[in-house]
């Protein structure tokens, strides 16, 4: 991957800040063009170095990059931040020069969350998917359904996997080289292992090499991610499913989407505090750290409730003060 040249007197320093971003396994390329801007303002500025830069630098370089949209302006912003947050813990400087306000974005997508009944009725449907020229269609698209709702798998992980990846034994899946060019392996609950049992006896038989894609059609390769997404978009009308107000249509990642939040609901539920549990799930979904996991989990109507429910239950007698 190649990394991005800086040329101001904060050039080693940025290069640092990339180098450790990427020992993440993130692939950090969007965020370090925007320190390659930030250093091209300031070789501009002929800036001598640390003690140069304070909030009018950093606003001034903030109007030199006009952003329209709240988002990629906030996107801006919040690169610089970070970075100068990292420079107060290598103690390279002794505060963060930016004091700007991130802009109020509206509008966000709120996801369409299946529930287990419209999660069976869209198998169901899969299930009965013609297949003319294609043998097994509705079988192997049902399987990818139940792997993505069942386990919140994302969509890519799904087609990159082989017979080998499947171990029965143990009852795990072994999801490589993923987002973020991680390993790890996830366990398959009881029936979901004997339902890729049931998948893997019907389309591959006894005698098949592991090698092979676990989805595929054809002898060149695994179904295309599209094709996919494709499919599922062709059957929601089927699903007849009723979608609230604010909410975006139904996307295939909303299954991963649904996952998260299910197993959110589940510790309410069991009675489980979410924030001693919320690394495992990262760790489940196959994130870098929390942080990302926290995206997925929308608040929901019953979220809500058992939130409030479990304040009620914590909070002081006669109320907050």
């Not at 912003?77 to 100068?84: P, T």
């Not at 890729?196 to 038989?205: S, T």
Request: proline content about 6%; charged content about 25%.
């Amino acid at each position: 991957m190649n990394s991005p040249v800086f040329l101001s007197s904060l050039a080693p320093f940025l290069k640092q800040f990339v180098q450790y971003k990427r020992a993440l396994n993130r692939k950090y390329r969007a965020d370090a063009e925007v320190l390659r801007l930030f250093d091209r303002y300031l070789q501009s500025r002929d800036n001598t170095g640390w003690s140069a830069i304070d909030s009018a630098v950093i606003d001034d370089f903030l109007k030199s990059r006009p952003r329209v949209s709240p988002r990629s302006y906030n996107h801006l912003l919040g690169v610089v931040r970070r970075f100068f947050a990292f420079a107060v813990m290598q103690q390279w400087i002794q505060r963060n020069p930016v004091t700007a306000s991130p802009r109020a974005e509206s509008g966000g997508r709120i996801p369409y969350l299946f529930d287990l009944d419209a999660a069976k009725q869209l198998l169901a449907v899969a299930r009965c998917l013609p297949e003319r020229s294609t043998r097994y269609r509705g079988l192997v698209y049902e399987t990818i359904f139940a792997l993505l709702y069942g386990l919140g798998l994302r969509v890519g992980e799904v087609v990159r996997l082989t017979l080998a990846d499947a171990d029965f034994t143990r009852d795990l899946l072994f999801i490589r080289e993923t987002k973020f060019r991680k390993n790890r392996i996830v366990p398959l609950g009881p029936h979901l292992a004997q339902r890729l049992k049931r998948y893997l006896e019907e389309r591959h038989g006894g005698n098949a090499v592991p090698e092979l894609p676990l989805f595929s059609f054809t002898k060149r390769g695994c179904i295309h991610e599209a094709t996919i997404s494709q499919t599922f978009h062709t059957l929601l009308p089927k699903l007849q499913l009723r979608i609230p107000p604010g909410v975006s249509p139904p996307r295939l990642h909303d299954l991963r989407h649904s996952f998260a939040v299910a197993t959110l609901l589940r510790w309410y539920r069991q009675g489980i505090d979410p924030n001693c549990r919320l690394i495992q799930l990262s760790t489940f979904l196959g994130h870098v750290d929390p942080n990302s996991t926290a995206v997925y989990l929308t608040i929901t109507e019953e979220l809500l409730h058992h939130a409030a429910r479990r304040f009620q239950v914590r909070a002081p007698k006669g109320g907050v003060r």
